[in-house]
């Protein structure tokens, strides 16, 4: 099995569906923002504060390239697909699956959230990132899954039956 990359905007559970994954099909789970924490010993909010999103962007490129397994599961940061090198090497190395959710959705999930630097924001800007981020996950993912109204656990079992359909073919 490929590389399996979860994309999606923030709170749409690619954390949570890249856990159940990793369970499921006995493989291991990347997560590139706990990866991210780990390697700079602080949260990812306290990187935007200290150092900006510019240098995030930096640590999110330099650990997606360093996940070197090719039989693992990778849940992404919400703006992964903001450089399309990163794109490019999502794509080089594995399949992308877009887990989408509506904005209304994502609204009520993250209603509580205080850890998303980029959520933190007047709902105007958040449709506007949302509407854009979205355009970019549709014109680079292979597969989009349907998230609203279901749990992580039966999306995890689409993207599980995405891939055997992927090895019949
Ligand atoms: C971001 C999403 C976050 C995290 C950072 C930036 C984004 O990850 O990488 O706060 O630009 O959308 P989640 O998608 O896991 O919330």
């Given amino acids: 099995m490929c590389t399996i990359y979860l994309i999606g905007f923030m709170g749409s559970g690619k954390s949570t569906v890249g856990n159940r994954l990793s369970f499921q099909l006995n493989i291991k789970q990347m997560d590139t923002d ?4 780990e390697k700079k010993g602080k ?24 996940i070197v397994h090719n039989n693992c ?7 992964i697909v903001e450089k399309k090198e990163n794109i490019d090497h999502m794509k080089k190395h594995g399949t992308l699956v877009y887990l989408h959710a509506s904005f209304d959705d994502i609204v009520n999930r993250l209603k509580y959230d205080q850890d998303r630097p980029l959520w933190n924001n007047d709902l105007e800007n958040k449709y506007a990132l949302y509407n854009q981020r979205h355009e970019i996950y549709l014109s680079c993912a292979d597969f989009m899954l349907e998230t609203d109204e279901k749990t992580p656990y039966t999306v995890a079992d689409e993207v599980i039956e995405l891939i055997n359909q992927m090895k019949q073919e």
């Fill in 73 to 79: 599961v990778v849940s992404t940061g919400g703006g």
């Fill in 43 to 66: 949260k990812i909010t306290k990187i935007f504060q200290e150092e900006g999103e510019a240098s995030f962007r930096k640590y999110e490129t330099a650990i997606l390239k360093s």
């Fill in 34 to 37: 706990t990866l991210i924490e």
